[in-house]
């Protein structure tokens, strides 16, 4: 689709999955655009990619996958083996996402399980970001009587639009209020007797974790995880010892014996509904974010809608239950949920 631009200058402030990814398509469709990003946390290899979701969230991640094709972000497939109760019409959601589904028992995991092929994957999201230019400052954006401004060491600069997609710091890069949360996420690198889960992804319903491989080459190391949420800044780093135990508690129950080599987190952003959210915040602001855990899955799908919509100068309706609107009217008290990828 040809776009007209109209000497659009654009700023993002925030470098992290969706920041990188709506600078890349910005970039590709020829935009005057800068990425602002502090450099202070540092990205996560790889994460998982699934199609394994539910409703329109398997849209954005179609989306998300398309992205990661189209700029060469490495990608590597796995199969995935889901056990407990899942739903029939989401199983069949999957089916008609073109994911091969087999229902079969697993010896090394001894249940019945839910294979799925051609639905899940690892991305390089540390090759996305470490290789997305940027300019390295902190930064802000200053909204005063409904317009934008970055501001870099108390001096204010403009620019025609800004995306904040900062993540779990947006809430505090921004003076006024957004409908989020943020809380502390993190998973373990566990050594265990069963070398298959090198090369296989787990989701455990039944015992409440997730396990998928480090690199892919079917040694016995996995990262597992799935602790308690815990509310946090993101200037704050809180692992709770007996959730830790918790959790090696309830992998031991499927597994056997593991052992766990590392632990290491990062900082999520939730709304209200646990689902990710994306609109203006002023005249010339946009905002993106939420999105709750899964941000490899989702976030360049939904960063693509916004695109689409700065070029075209069309609000989408297809997508409209992720608008940021919803939340006109919110409590501030809302309790984090379930995360979405969680079914």
């Given at each position: 689709?040809?776009?007209?631009?109209?000497?659009?200058?654009?700023?993002?402030?925030?470098?992290?999955?969706?920041?990188?990814?709506?600078?890349?398509?910005?970039?590709?469709?020829?935009?005057?655009?800068?990425?602002?990003?502090?450099?202070?946390?540092?990205?996560?290899?790889?994460?998982?990619?699934?199609?394994?979701?539910?409703?329109?969230?398997?849209?954005?991640?179609?989306?998300?996958?398309?992205?990661?094709?189209?700029?060469?972000?490495?990608?590597?497939?796995?199969?995935?083996?889901?056990?407990?109760?899942?739903?029939?019409?989401?199983?069949?959601?999957?089916?008609?996402?073109?994911?091969?589904?087999?229902?079969?028992?697993?010896?090394?995991?001894?249940?019945?399980?839910?294979?799925?092929?051609?639905?899940?994957?690892?991305?390089?999201?540390?090759?996305?970001?470490?290789?997305?230019?940027?300019?390295?400052?902190?930064?802000?954006?200053?909204?005063?009587?409904?317009?934008?401004?970055?501001?870099?060491?108390?001096?204010?600069?403009?620019?025609?639009?800004?995306?904040?997609?900062?993540?779990?710091?947006?809430?505090?890069?921004?003076?006024?209020?957004?409908?989020?949360?943020?809380?502390?996420?993190?998973?373990?690198?566990?050594?265990?007797?069963?070398?298959?889960?090198?090369?296989?992804?787990?989701?455990?319903?039944?015992?409440?974790?997730?396990?998928?491989?480090?690199?892919?080459?079917?040694?016995?190391?996995?990262?597992?995880?799935?602790?308690?949420?815990?509310?946090?800044?993101?200037?704050?780093?809180?692992?709770?010892?007996?959730?830790?135990?918790?959790?090696?508690?309830?992998?031991?129950?499927?597994?056997?014996?593991?052992?766990?080599?590392?632990?290491?987190?990062?900082?999520?952003?939730?709304?209200?509904?646990?689902?990710?959210?994306?609109?203006?915040?002023?005249?010339?602001?946009?905002?993106?974010?939420?999105?709750?855990?899964?941000?490899?899955?989702?976030?360049?799908?939904?960063?693509?809608i916004l695109v689409e919509e700065i070029l075209s100068k069309k609000e989408d309706t297809y997508f409209?239950?992720?608008?940021?609107?919803?939340?006109?009217?919110?409590?501030?008290?809302?309790?984090?949920?379930?995360?979405?990828?969680?079914?």
């Amino acid at each position: 689709m040809a776009y007209q631009h109209y000497d659009l200058k654009i700023t993002i402030v925030g470098g992290g999955i969706v920041g990188s990814s709506i600078y890349r398509m910005l970039k590709k469709n020829g935009i005057e655009v800068r990425l602002i990003d502090p450099k202070v946390k540092r990205p996560f290899p790889s994460l998982i990619h699934s199609l394994l979701l539910k409703e329109k969230d398997i849209e954005l991640a179609k989306l998300s996958l398309n992205f990661y094709k189209k700029f060469n972000i490495p990608y590597y497939p796995f199969k995935s083996y889901t056990l407990g109760k899942i739903s029939p019409s989401i199983v069949d959601s999957w089916i008609s996402a073109g994911i091969n589904i087999n229902i079969k028992y697993v010896n090394w995991i001894d249940d019945e399980t839910i294979e799925a092929i051609g639905g899940d994957g690892l991305v390089s999201i540390g090759s996305l970001i470490r290789y997305t230019e940027k300019i390295v400052y902190h930064s802000n954006i200053f909204i005063n009587k409904g317009k934008g401004f970055i501001k870099i060491n108390d001096k204010l600069y403009e620019s025609n639009l800004i995306i904040l997609s900062a993540g779990a710091w947006s809430k505090y890069l921004v003076n006024v209020k957004l409908p989020v949360k943020t809380y502390y996420c993190w998973a373990s690198l566990f050594l265990s007797r069963k070398k298959e889960v090198g090369s296989n992804i787990i989701y455990d319903y039944v015992n409440n974790f997730y396990s998928r491989p480090v690199i892919g080459l079917g040694l016995p190391f996995a990262i597992m995880g799935d602790g308690k949420v815990i509310e946090a800044t993101p200037f704050q780093q809180n692992i709770c010892i007996e959730d830790k135990n918790e959790v090696s508690s309830r992998i031991s129950r499927r597994l056997g014996e593991v052992k766990e080599l590392y632990t290491s987190g990062n900082f999520c952003e939730a709304t209200p509904d646990m689902r990710p959210a994306y609109g203006k915040i002023a005249e010339n602001v946009y905002y993106i974010g939420g999105f709750n855990g899964y941000g490899a899955e989702v976030g360049p799908g939904l960063a693509n809608i916004l695109v689409e919509e700065i070029l075209s100068k069309k609000e989408d309706t297809y997508f409209k239950e992720y608008k940021l609107e919803r939340f006109n009217e919110y409590n501030d008290d809302f309790e984090i949920g379930q995360e979405p990828h969680e079914l």
